[in-house]
């Protein structure tokens, strides 16, 4: 997907990680890239990758814990949330 800088950034950021997950580039399980790591491979700000984060959040396929990191959810995790 490419990112169009004359629209807003955190959709679509969050557009490529969603379909990061469901294209199994980042597998039930594992841990994503950090907030840092997002806002560097696309050049925004940090708020802008927090955001984009928070958009896959709330799409239920991920997890965040406190001095882990973010992972994805296994599909039955998903259904749980």
């Known amino acids: 997907m490419e990112i169009d800088r ?8 969050a557009a490529v990680i969603i ?3 469901k ?3 980042y597998p ?8 840092v790591q997002v806002a560097t491979e696309f050049g925004v700000v940090n708020s ?3 955001r984009a984060m928070e ?3 709330a799409e239920g396929l991920t997890r965040s814990e406190v001095g882990m990191g ?6 039955d995790e998903r259904e749980a949330e």
């Open 6 to 13: 004359t629209r807003a950034m955190w959709p679509q950021i």
């Open 19 to 21: 379909e990061r997950i």
């Open 23 to 25: 294209d199994g580039t």
């Open 28 to 35: 039930p399980g594992t841990k994503i890239p950090s907030v």
């Open 48 to 50: 802008t990758a927090q």
């Open 55 to 57: 958009k896959v959040r």
């Open 70 to 75: 973010t992972f994805v959810l296994r599909p």
